[in-house]
Each structure stands twice: as C-alpha cells, then as structure tokens.
C-alpha cells in the first residue's frame, strides 16, 4: 500500500516536472527591440507585425518596442511611411537593433486625386496636398479656415466669426460673375456641399485639385476647384487609442478708438457750430448744455460717469476640444472608430458654439478578390446667437446710461430715447440646431489580375432647427418670431471600373466612372407676432397669430459618365487624359448634357539618363495641361415657368389665385465651362530637402450664369442668362527646405505665393458707337477691369481756408466747395474734374502669401506662421455713414478721426455737421484692406520615456498656441476682412495635450 502511495507520488511528481519543462519550452520570450533611420534618429510610430499569426506593436517615442512572438524564428515585418519595408527573421533572438532606409518612392504615394491615388512624381496635374499635421497646428472650428495659407492658390476669407462660424474658400480666384465660387467639396467620396460639420481630428490628408486637368474628373460643379477630404482609417499592426485636448481663451483687439464721452461732446460741439446753431457758445466756451441737448448725457458728461459699452457686451471666452480615437486592424480588418467634442463661448455675451462628433471607419478583406468599406459619421451642433445690432457698442455715445441708480437695465439709454444695447440682447434669444448624418459604403471586386470593379454608395442628412424670438419688450415687437425646419438629403451612387497594366517600360492604367447624384431640400417656416408668452420664446408658435408661412422644396439630379486613361513610359513621360459627361436636371431639354475634356502631359527631366546620376538633383518635372470644366450653381427650375401666389377678394369670400412671376423664362439656358491652361514645374535639391514647385495658370470662363435684367415692356424684370466672358490667370510658387536634419534637432521652413489677376472680357456683347464694348455700370461691371470691384472718386484732401475752388476743380452741377469739404482727386489728369475721374477699386487681392517655420530640439518643438494679403481695397461705412457713426454728425459715437475745424485744419477728414453729411464723404470708407498677421505660434515639449512608462503611453505632448496674435493693416477694424460692427474675431490663447497608447 505504502510503496504504491510512493510509486504514485513518484508518477506525479515526474508528470509534473514533465508539464512544467513543456510549459516553460511552449512560452516565448518577448523580444525587445529599437528602431531607427540611416542617420540614428529614432523613428516613432513605426508598425510591427508578426506575420506567422502573432501579435503587433509600435515604437514608442525613442524608436523601442516589445512584442510577443509566436515562435522564435517567426518572421517580422516593419513598416513605417516614407521608409523601406523590411521583413526579418527574429532566429531566436531576443534584441533586435533594426535601421530603416529612406524610400523617396513611398513618400509619393500618399497622393489623393479624383477616383483614386498616385505617386507625387507621377502628378501631371496641379494638386496641392496637405497633411493632419498641418491641420492641427491652428486650433479653429472649422476646417475651412485651418486650410487658411496652407496652399499656394488656396485664398480663405472669414464669412462669419461668430462661434461655429465658416471661412469662404475660393481656389485660384472668382471667375463666375452670379454663379456659384464654392468649390467642390468631397470627403471620403462623399460630394458634400461644406464641411463646416467636419472634426479636423479626423482628417488624415487633403488634396486641393487646382487645374482644369486633375478637376476634370469630376466636370459637373468643379469650375470652382476640388477639395478632396480622406478621413483617417485603421492600419494593419497594434491597437493605438489618441487622447487630446485643449482649454484656451479668446479675447479680441481693435485697431481703431472711438470717442472718449469729451471727444464726442467736442465732436457734437463742433457738428452745430459749423451750421450755426444758437446757444452752442464758442469753441474756447462751450455750452453744453446746449450742445448735449440731452438731460442723462449732459449729467453725466458734468458728473464724469461715463459707460463703455464694449465692456458690458464683450468679455474673454473659453474655448474646449476634446476627441479620443481607436484604431488598428488585422490583414482581413482594419477598423478606426472617433469622437470629439467642442465648445466654443462667444466674445459678445449670450453667443455660443457646442458640437459632438462622432465617426467609425471600418475595411474589410475577406479574401484577395474583395474589399468591402464601411463609413458613418453623425455630427451635432448648437449655435446661440446674439442680436444683429450689438454693433451699437461702437456708436452707443459713452455719455448713455446702461443701468439707472438702482441697477436697474433701462430700456432708453438717453433721453433721445436710443435702446439700450443690453435692452436688445436681454429681450432677443436665436439658436441654430444641426444634424448631420453621413453613411458611404463600398465594396471592390477583383474578378481577375489588374482589373477592379468598385460600387461606392454614399448617403448625406441634414436637419435644422432655427428659431428666434424678440419679446413683447423689445422695441417694436409684439411678441414676434421665427421658426424654420430646414431638411436636406444627398444620394449619390457611383460605379467605377479600374484596369492597370504593366509591362517593361510601359505603365498604364484606365478607369472608367458611371455616377448618379440626387440632393432633396425641404423647408418649412413661419413668422409669427403676438405671441402669448414670452417664457417659451418660438415653442409656442402655436398658440401666436401666423403672419408668414413658407413651404419649398427643391430637388436637383445629376448624372455622369467619364473615363481616364494615364499613361506612363519609362518613368519619365507621363500622359492623363479624360473626359466627363454630365447631365444636369437645372437646365433646359436641350441644354442638360455637356462635356468636359482635359488632357496632361509630364516630363520627368531628372529621369534622364543625361541627369539621372546627378547627385544634388532629386526631382525636376514639367508640366502642362488644359481642360474644361463646368458650373450649374445656380437655383433649380429656372428654365420652367416660376408663379407667384396673390390673395383676392372674390365677392365676399377670401381667394388665393396664381400669375407668372417676375422672372422670364429661359428654355436656352445651358452650361457655364471654364477652359484652363496650366503651366508647372516641380523641383526637388539635395535629397529633396530643398523643394518646391512654380505654376502659372490661364482660365476662360464662358457663357457666364448671369441673372440680368430685362425689359418691362415684357412683363418681367429678370432672366437667368448665358453671357459674358472672364479671365483669370496668376503664377503660385511653393518652397519647403529642411535646413537642419540632426537626431536631436530638425529646423524647416516653408513658403507659399500668390498671386491673382481676373478681368471681364465681355458682357453682353452690346457696343458703343464706336463699336467698343459697353460697362455695366449699374453692377459694376467693367471691360478689362477686375470682377469684383467699386467704382468712385479719388480721395485727395480737404479743402482749407484760403482756398478758392475754381469751377473745373470740382463737379459740374455741384455747389462751390468750402473749407473743410472733400477735395476730389483729378484722376485721368486732365486738368478738370468730371466723371470721367472716377477710380475702378479692386476688392481682391493681388497677392498674398505664407511663412511658417518649425524647430525641434531634443524633446522641444516650436512652430509659426506669419500670413499676408497685400492689394486689396475694402469699403469701411463706419468712416462716413451715418447708422455707422462715420458721418460725424455727433449724434452717435464711432471711430475717432482727425477732422477738420477751423482750430484743426486737418487734411484727413471733413468738418462735422449736426444734420446733414458733407458731399463725397463715402470716400473716407475706401481703405487699403493688406494686412500681415503673424496667424499663429506653439511650442510644445514630448515627455520623455521615463514618464511615458508611468502612465503606459507610447507618446505625450504637452503644447500651448496663440493664434493671430498681432495683425498690421490701415484697415480700422477688429479684423481686417470685416467692417468693425461684424462679430469680432478672436484670438485664442491655448494649452494642450496629445496622448497616444
């Protein structure tokens, strides 16, 4: 008994001993490792894959990683952009020192264009590219205004710069004289009409497509140019979760003063003394009390109580992002999955911003024959706005009263009886909800060897609220509002056949593109007055009296039929070719269908044998291309007969009946095309750490979408019409050097360059009797002249004492200047001013420009940007319009000049006046509107290793950022592409931080 109680302790110990000696040979030391390039830097981020089934895993920020291997003599590969892929044998090591080389070749990879990708060096087209890095160093709203400078032949303009709001983007300049100059937006595929709901978090890469050639492509809608968005996707390897957020404030800066409370009393003085008022007194005696005419004004002028409005109205904001992603994927699965949030408060009280987004991306390979795509994002925003008139901060006299003794908010500021300010923001409330909902789709069969069918389906939803409601205490209002539901839906189904073929030095590839869009627009709003109660602002719209009701609905189909074909031969003459059918629903029957070829040619200099060896050259290409593209931004069923509804009595009972509108038909309406050349070179020195690219482009724009205006012998007033012709050209010139390339120190600086010339070619096609082509002065339309313009006198001077005008000093017809009226400027020279001597002010600019550098230092990095816009002319009403506080008539504050008295014989502006403006004053408002701005600085510090093994992170990144911190121009404002009373722009002081696991 005992000795087999002994044999099977035995037995176990040994089956035990047996266990464990297979256990121990069954686990797998982990291997650890170090990456780095060909001049020691530790490359970050790089991708390793076990490739006989194992794990993944990434190096962290000094170049380390640590997998767990299958087996010991599994296989890993390293992958990492813009190097050599490189597959190694662990052979039972457990360190492994890995140096990756340059691949110039992948670095071209990464190229987005219409329907696909491409090498950089097989460009033959002009696309600019930009990364997320690039992005994220300007931390705005909207991604529109990140794009701001970023690309040569990119010109971003603020549209609107209250919380939430959007930039305008124009790509190489206007060329439609009523058409639409929205470019073409595209994300992921997806034709969206703006990306103002987009998270620039989630933005991998976009591509602006500037030439006829590479817009071609896409025909209908891309006159205007392309803007291709790629949201970021999973990658083969580990799992990575990105964590970052930022808190900051705004706060806004003026280059301008307003009166002080004495100022505006002297500038009041001064507006009935030079009429002749009594009892005004005498400018070393003044009487106030005359002058004022205003018991509260006057009290508090005596009393120096004084009110800045600004203050009350405006404060500083905080502004807070945060967004967190996942993404990683296997060989079969890749999968990318992101939120953010925003909040953004407004500079004026009462505005705010708040948006969520959310976006899952998500790739499927079951086998090599199919890929399979799925994306979704949805995205919702709430914006609260402020009263319009809030720009009463600036001409509110000082000497007003917000509050009366008790802290009570008065309705009146003065005794004129001119509103409170804060009256009107109290007693207004405005928001603006958005929903966004996109879902796309793909999947790509591959039948057979370089050949691909690919069906991508897209779908887009927006639903709006907008309400706003003025209470029953807000001057003029009974209790009156608004409330709009606004909902729109894009379908948009495309089929895309691929065909590639390589053989020795022939390269060839053929896509052939069959699409069908349709965009759905639904609107339903109503006004309403005397309201119940003010508790519920729009909500009881029910229970109000109706004084408007709306309903519309706009539908508008597409459809489109195109092919490429690109053509490379020995890698270093490059062919593209296309051309686009399309047919759209917003024309006549006749008219629907136009087409859109373009062709490109490429020469790869540097590929020649005579140049191929050459050490210092790394990339020389010239380009050249023409195409045609075209433009239907314009409102649907203008080709069918419009009506209007018209209420009657018909005997006693109330009607409603219909009669044609005021707009003429137009069956002949057709398509508006742009034709372009476009000329480019491509350079690249010493390893490509010099590089850069000049262009010059050339377009026509034809048979321009003009609503004119028609004989009203006819019984209309207006036509949609093809007519007139534009021209835009310019040259853009774009430099990037890597000046320093060290382990511990990289120093880079960049350049863009543009600049723009457009000009009206014809109009309508009428002559004079001298046979020249006629203006169009009533939109200001001029022959030869740039598209968008003002047209008016030359600002020359005052007039002082002791000058006599002589009747061909001034207008004909006009009454003898006096002293301290506006001197006119005898522009043609001819010794005698008429109308002849009005001026064509430009309102674009002729150029503008970008700077930006950026240094690392061991774990430190630092970035800036200064902008430029130079030749542009902009119309400022708050230097001479009387609502603005610019027609110095002293009865409402504005911006401080140095005008003309008796005592001041200033040569800057006219002599004040209580009830009347002095002639030509309108010319103070025309500023030169240049600006440089130094548009942003950061500088940011990466933990080092030690505490990245604390918290587990593979990288961390502490930053602070100051966006627009000063900005030099002659234009009086908050912002130099604003008139002063638009919402302030902000400048923004951040700090930040970027975690990756």
């Known amino acids: 008994m005992n000795l087999n109680i002994r044999m099977l302790r035995i037995h176990l110990i040994w089956s035990l001993t047996f266990l464990l000696l297979f256990q121990v040979k069954g686990q797998v030391a982990p291997l650890i490792g170090h990456v780095k390039s060909s001049t020691g830097e530790a490359l970050i981020g790089v991708s390793i894959l076990d490739l006989n089934g194992g794990s993944g895993a990434m190096t962290d920020a000094d170049g380390n990683f640590t997998i767990a291997l299958s087996k010991p003599d599994t296989r890993l590969r390293f992958s990492y952009i813009g190097y050599k892929e490189q597959t190694i044998s662990v052979g039972g090591r457990t360190r492994l020192e890995v140096v990756l080389e340059e691949d110039q070749a992948s670095l071209d990879e990464i190229v987005v264009i219409g329907y696909g990708t491409t090498k950089k060096s097989d460009l033959t087209g002009s696309v600019a590219s930009i990364k997320s890095e690039s992005l994220e160093k300007f931390p705005a709203t909207n991604v529109t205004e990140m794009l701001r400078g970023q690309a040569a032949g990119l010109n971003v303009t603020l549209d609107n710069s209250q919380p939430g709001g959007a930039s305008r983007v124009l790509i190489r300049g206007v060329r439609s004289l009523s058409g639409g100059q929205t470019p073409l937006f595209i994300v992921d595929g997806m034709i969206v009409p703006h990306i103002n709901d987009l998270n620039s978090n989630d933005v991998a890469s976009i591509e602006v497509l500037k030439d006829a050639s590479s817009q071609a492509i896409y025909g209908s809608r891309a006159s205007n140019g392309v803007i291709l968005i790629t949201t970021k996707r999973g990658k083969e390897g580990k799992t990575s979760v990105d964590f970052s957020v930022y808190t900051g404030v705004q706060d806004y800066k003026r280059n301008f ?187 790509t069969f591959k039948p057979f060897k370089n050949f691909s069918y690919r069906i991508n389906a897209n779908l887009r939803t927006n639903n709006r609220e907008s309400g706003n409601y003025k209470t029953k205490l807000y001057p003029n209002s009974t209790g009156t509002g608004e409330l709009t539901n606004f909902t729109r839906s894009t379908f948009l189904v495309e089929n895309v056949l691929n065909y590639s073929y390589t053989k020795d030095a022939h390269r060839l590839q053929a896509t052939l593109i069959q699409a069908f869009d349709e965009d759905l627009q639904k609107t339903l709003g109503m006004n309403f007055i005397n309201s119940t109660t003010d508790i519920f602002d729009w909500n009881v719209v029910g229970d109000s009296e109706i004084s408007n009701a709306i309903r519309s609905i706009t539908r508008t189909r597409s459809q489109s039929y195109a092919a490429r074909l690109q053509y490379t031969l020995m890698d270093r003459y490059l062919l593209t070719a296309s051309v686009r059918r399309d047919g759209a629903s917003v024309f006549g029957a006749d008219n629907k269908w136009a087409n859109f070829p373009s062709m490109a040619l490429a020469w790869r200099i540097n590929e020649e044998e005579w140049l191929k060896e050459t050490p210092w050259l790394s990339e020389l290409k010239a380009r050249i291309s023409y195409g045609v593209v075209g433009n239907w931004a314009i409102p649907a069923y203008r080709t069918l007969g419009l009506s209007n509804s018209y209420e009657y009595l018909f005997g006693t009972q109330f009607s409603i009946g219909y009669l044609p509108s005021n707009q003429l038909i137009n069956p002949n309406l057709k398509w508006e095309t742009t034709h372009s050349f476009n000329y480019g070179v491509d350079f690249g020195f010493l390893k490509n750490r010099l590089r850069g690219t000049v262009e010059y482009y050339k377009t026509n724009t034809k048979d321009l979408l003009i609503q004119r205006t028609v004989p009203s012998i006819t019984g209309y007033n207006t036509m949609w019409d093809n007519l007139g012709e534009t021209q835009s050209s310019g040259f853009e010139f774009s430099l990037q050097a890597d000046i320093v390339n060290k382990k511990n120190i990289d120093w880079a600086s960049g350049l863009t360059f543009s600049t723009q010339d457009s000009k009206i070619l014809k109009i309508d096609g009428r002559t004079d009797e001298n046979g020249q082509l006629i203006n169009d002065l009533t939109n200001n339309w001029f022959i030869g002249q740039p598209i968008n313009v003002t047209y008016n006198y030359v600002f020359a001077g005052i007039w002082q004492e002791g000058e006599v005008a002589e009747p061909h000093q001034y207008l004909p017809g006009d009454a003898q200047p006096r002293p301290g009226d506006v001197k006119i400027l005898d522009y043609n020279g001819d010794g005698k001013i008429t109308v002849e001597d009005r001026k064509v002010y430009n309102l674009m600019p002729k150029w503008y420009a970008t700077w930006n550098t950026s240094l690392r230092y061991k774990k430190f990095d630092f970035q800036a940007e200064f902008y430029t816009v130079q030749g542009v002319t902009k119309n400022n009403p708050y230097l001479y319009a009387f609502n603005q506080g610019g027609s110095l008539n002293g009865k409402k504050n504005g911006i401080k000049v140095d005008y003309w008295t008796a005592e001041n014989p200033s040569n800057t502006a006219p002599r004040p006046q209580f009830t009347a403006s002095v002639p030509y004053m309108g010319l103070m408002g025309l500023q030169d509107a240049s600006y440089l701005r130094l548009r942003t600085v950061t500088l940011g510090y990466s933990l080092p290793k030690s505490v990245l093994n604390k918290i587990s992170a593979s990288k961390a990144r502490i930053y602070t950022t100051a966006t627009n911190l000063f900005t030099l121009t002659d234009y009086k404002s908050y912002s130099p592409e604003k008139e002063p009373g638009a919402y302030p722009e902000a400048r923004t002081f951040i700090l930040g931080l970027n975690l990756s696991f």
């Open 257 to 443: 003063d307003l009166y002080t409370p004495e100022e505006f009393a002297k500038l009041r003085f001064w507006a009935k003394y030079n009429e002749g008022m009594s009892g005004v007194g005498t400018p070393d005696n003044p009487n106030y009390a005359t002058v004022m005419d205003d018991a509260i004004m006057f009290q508090n002028l005596t009393n120096q109580q004084y009110t800045d409005w600004e203050d009350l109205l405006m404060t500083n904001a905080p502004q807070t992002k945060y967004d967190v992603s996942v993404r990683g994927g296997s060989g079969k699965i890749k999968y990318s999955a992101s939120a953010g949030y925003l909040d953004q408060q407004g500079l004026v009280q009462g505005s705010d911003f708040s948006r969520a987004n959310i976006r899952s991306n998500l790739d499927f390979t079951p086998n090599k024959r199919v890929d399979v795509g799925v994306n979704f994002s949805f995205s919702r925003s709430l914006t609260n706005s402020v009263d319009g008139n809030f720009s009463d901060i600036l001409t509110m006299p000082q000497l007003s009263q917000a509050y009366d003794a008790n802290g009570n908010l008065m309705r009146e500021a003065n005794t004129s009886g001119d509103i409170n300010p804060l009256w009107r923001v109290k007693e207004y409330k405005a928001n603006q909800e958005n929903d966004y909902l996109n879902l796309a789709g793909h999947i």
